[in-house]
């Protein structure tokens, strides 16, 4: 009986044993099912996004412009970020990071168990989920890729994402991303964009106490922005320091005289200051060329012609010539004219400075490069440099009279005058644009031709329609401010006609240089004829009707030009180095009033701003093959004489003063 006892025991025993078994399989089956299951079911529905685009990493980038000096005028981007690789960093800066945001970075698989689990046991002891116990690796996964909501859900896909990503990339690619994706607070995106808005300085020249001032910012950029909270700032800086020394990136030493380091902030960055209208064209070029998104975030490096300090005296001297014409006048207007400037380099066709209207906040529309209007005598000069290329001298006569031409409409006729209503009779070709006689003009334009002035005046750069009559000489065909003065580089620069630059490079987020503004100039006129525009031009600066001009220590020359009803002015003028042109009127075409001429209106602010320009050069170069002799001012005869009334005429060697007498 007690055999058969001890084996039912036993048997029971193994019964028992085999439940145990049996149940201890089944509840690991169950909970790997179950795990399984739930694998299955976040794979499904938790729509974790594909890591891929990480590998080539191109976030929103901020395109900035340059001016001819290297100094930022202005900025476009969607995100306020500079993509910088992380060697071109200083090395204390990425230490700092790990050090005040993930100090087992170098060793987790990107997620911190032992993070996550104290994140978790004070959440539980909370109540709440205000600790998140992310790892930089979660970081990059949850800014580039997942939204910012604090829910378990997304903590979920930002574990799954961050350990996928640490498997895809190395340590250093992470941080890469990491230390220009992250957001600092007042716009800026990556530790660059918050060094230059914090610290007015690019993140390679950062010293260590600014450094762990911008380690400190991103787990809550508003609470411990310096603008805003300095007391916390400096506590979060202590704390990213002492992180550092406890790590052993630094010694305690000195953390400490980090902390002790005077602070010295950026100044926040105004674009414009004046640029408007130059950096609107710029955009614009841009944006036709390469398309929007690479403007607004390509990361471009625009480096462009323009001078700021002489972009300040164009917008000073317009500014100051509108005023003047207010106070000129007897009664109150109820609007102001407008006014334009651009400024170029002779020798290059760089712009330096462009002004294109009183106002750009209230008006973009940019009136030295949109606006044509009719240059009126301002166009005169291009006439006379065909006629001196053809077989006139600057002392050939042209008799100034009366004259009745066949009108527009069958029938009728046009009878021109002179400004003056005045007639000078036999006249030298030189005193008739000193002076800006009508009739001559259209004399000359008889006798050489149309075409031929029509067909110089494109090959100087004037690509706008062009009148086919007579009235052409008058300047009747309207034309834009930069058409005409990059046409008058052809004389400023004996002959050459240089193409107006605004940009001279343009390179990509990677420093790739898509294109360069090389300088393009062509032979246009001959030295000697170019010279021979010059030295009369001089004299509408000294003695004619751009008399407002004078006063520079350069030699200077110029042509002004006012339309029939004064509601045009124009002043066009150079030196050696400088080609300015300066227009005022209305967008309506109203009269600027009696008398408001080129003269009168515009060479003031041409000379208020070329006394600001810095000069290199004091006199035009006189061409070997030009000779100045003495002649009448009256009768155009060669007089050494008799000096008192006599000037100095510039001529071709090959073409003197007699052989037309």
């Known amino acids: 009986m007690a055999a058969q006892s001890n084996t039912h025991s036993t048997n029971r025993v193994w019964t028992w044993t085999q439940v145990h078994v049996a149940f201890y399989f089944l509840s690991i089956s169950c909970l790997l099912t179950l795990f399984i299951g739930l694998g299955l079911f976040l794979f499904l529905t938790l729509n974790i996004p594909d890591i891929s685009s990480l590998a080539s990493y191109t976030p929103p980038a901020t395109t900035v412009i340059l001016d001819r000096n290297g100094h930022q005028i202005d900025t476009i981007f ?6 910088v690789p992380i060697d071109k960093l200083p090395g204390e800066l990425p230490l700092a990071f790990v050090a005040a945001e993930d100090a087992r970075f170098a060793e987790h698989a990107g997620v911190d168990a032992w993070s996550t ?10 109540g709440g989920k205000g600790q998140g116990g992310s790892t930089i690796t979660q970081q990059v996964a949850r800014s580039l890729l997942l939204t910012p909501e604090k829910t378990y859900t997304r903590k979920i896909k930002e574990a799954i994402l961050a350990y996928r990503i640490d498997k895809a990339l190395s340590k250093k690619e992470i941080l890469h991303i990491y230390l220009n994706q992250i957001y600092f607070g007042e716009g800026a995106y990556g530790v660059d964009a918050a060094a230059r808005v914090y610290f007015g300085k690019k993140a390679v020249e950062l010293n260590l106490a600014e450094i762990a001032i911008l380690a400190g910012l991103p787990q809550a950029p508003s609470r411990y922005s310096p603008f805003k909270h300095f007391d916390l700032t400096k506590k979060r800086q202590a704390y990213v320091l002492n992180r550092m020394a406890e790590e052993g990136y630094i010694t305690a030493t000195r953390a400490r005289k980090a902390y002790a380091h005077p602070l010295l902030w950026g100044a926040p960055f105004e674009a414009d200051g004046g640029c408007g209208y130059f950096v609107q064209y710029v955009k614009k070029y841009i944006q036709e060329k390469y398309g929007w998104q690479a403007l607004v975030s390509g990361g471009l490096t625009i480096e462009t012609t323009l001078d700021q300090s002489m972009q300040k005296a164009a917008t000073a001297a317009t500014g100051r010539g509108v005023a003047k014409w207010v106070v000129r006048r007897s009664k109150k207007m109820s609007h102001l004219p407008q006014v334009a400037l651009v400024a170029m380099e002779a020798s290059t066709g760089e712009v330096r400075a462009l002004v294109g209207g009183t106002d750009f906040d209230k008006s973009q529309f940019n009136r030295a490069i949109q606006a044509k209007r009719q240059p009126g005598s301002a166009f005169k000069p291009i006439v006379y440099a065909a006629a001196l290329r053809d077989t006139f001298t600057p002392s050939s006569i042209i008799v100034d009279e ?3 031409l066949p009108g527009s409409a069958p029938g009728t006729t046009w009878e ?23 009739i001559v003009t259209i004399k000359l334009l008889q006798q050489i031709g149309i075409e031929p002035v029509r067909r110089l005046a494109r090959e100087m750069g004037i690509l706008s329609p062009l009148n086919k009559d007579l009235s052409l000489a008058l300047g009747s065909s309207e034309v834009t401010l930069l058409e005409l003065a990059g046409a008058y580089t052809t004389f400023a620069n004996l002959g050459l006609r240089t193409e107006p630059v605004f940009i001279t490079r343009i390179t990509d987020r990677n420093g790739r240089v898509l294109e360069t503004g090389t300088t393009k100039d062509e032979r246009i006129l001959d030295e000697e004829t170019a010279y021979q525009m010059t030295r009369i031009m001089q004299g509408v600066i000294e003695e004619g009707t751009g008399k407002n001009a004078w006063g520079l220590e350069q030699e200077a020359a110029g042509k002004t030009g006012t339309t029939d009803t004064y509601s045009d002015a124009r002043f066009i003028g150079y030196t050696p180095e400088i080609v300015c042109g300066v227009w005022m009127g209305f967008d309506k075409k109203l009269s600027l009033g009696d008398h408001e001429t080129g003269g009168q209106a515009c060479a003031p602010i041409w000379l208020d701003f070329m006394q600001k320009v810095p000069k290199k050069t004091n006199s035009f170069p006189i061409p070997e093959g030009i000779v100045l002799l003495p002649m009448d001012r009256e009768t155009g005869k060669f007089d050494p004489d008799n000096r008192d009334k006599s000037t100095w005429m510039a001529f071709r060697k090959d073409r003197m003063p007699w052989t037309d007498q």
């Not at 005058?417 to 007639?423: A, D, I, L, T």
């Open 78 to 83: 969607t995100q306020n970020r500079f993509v």
């Open 117 to 126: 689990l104290r994140a978790l046991l004070h959440n539980l002891r909370k």
């Open 402 to 404: 009366p004259l009745v």
């Open 416 to 438: 021109p005058q002179n400004f003056s209503g005045k007639f000078d009779g036999p006249t030298t070709l030189e005193s008739s644009l000193i002076h800006s006689r009508n």
